[in-house]
């Protein structure tokens, strides 16, 4: 298994503003991802973090609005730009610690509220 | 059609019966099939996975998986008040996990 850390655990921000969220895992794994968990609701996928390249973003979801970094095998930032009473959600990163497995671990999410 | 549909509940059971979540898929190539537990405030936590026809056991619960069908579903047994939680199907097909919306099961003391 993998054990995933996230930063902030919680934040309230302003409207216009970004927040960058940290997913630190403790060993290195072959693919990130991060979702979001809009209240009552399910996990729907905002992109895959790719090591090294671009991400690969679910439709609906662009660059620009949720740029990702992942400058290694065990980090990954994810960040809401211009945010807006809508992006209140949690958001979570999840590993795959192995190739060749599609066994899928979750941080503890971040929960975001938008003023 | 929904990619993953689950019941969303709320489901009740008393404590001490058997708990049954049902979930089904629309996509005939997917590969895999996970069951997660979340409480409320916390993130997803993995407690089945199973890949082919059939039954597949841990302790106290039990996954079947019915690909004719396109059917999976996991079984609480001797359900306990700490069951008590979300509990989401997912599917596994070209590198992506799909989640179904979530069963509410209460475990009823």
């Known amino acids: 298994s993998a054990v995933i850390s996230q930063k902030p655990s919680r934040d309230i921000c302003q409207r216009g503003t970004s927040l960058t969220i940290q997913c630190q895992v403790d060993?290195?794994?072959?693919?990130m991802f991060w979702y979001r968990q809009q209240p009552g609701q399910s996990l729907t996928l905002i992109a895959t973090a790719n090591q090294g390249s671009e991400a690969t973003y679910e439709s609906g979801f662009v660059i620009d609005k949720f740029p990702i970094s992942r400058p290694n095998l065990t980090f990954s930032t994810l960040t809401v730009s211009n945010m807006s009473p809508e992006d209140s959600s949690i958001y979570l990163c999840s590993a795959r610690p192995a190739r060749g497995t599609d066994t899928q671990y979750f941080g503890p999410g971040t929960r975001l509220t938008v003023l | 059609q929904k990619e993953v549909e689950q019941n969303s509940g709320p489901l009740s059971v008393p404590e001490g019966a058997i708990a049954s979540l049902n979930c089904t898929y629309s996509?005939?190539?997917?590969?895999?099939f996970f069951w997660y537990r979340q409480y409320s405030g916390k993130s997803p936590e993995l407690i089945m996975s199973i890949y082919s026809n059939g039954d597949k056991e841990d302790g106290r619960f039990t996954a079947q998986l019915n690909k004719a069908s396109q059917y999976v579903s996991l079984l609480i047994r001797d359900s306990q008040p700490s069951d008590s939680a979300t509990y989401l199907c997912?599917?596994?097909?070209?590198?992506?996990?799909?989640f179904g919306t979530g069963t509410r099961l209460t475990i009823i003391p």
């Open positions: 997912a599917v596994f097909r070209s590198e992506k996990l799909t």
């Open positions: 996509d005939r190539g997917s590969q895999s």
């Open positions: 060993s290195q794994v072959t693919m």
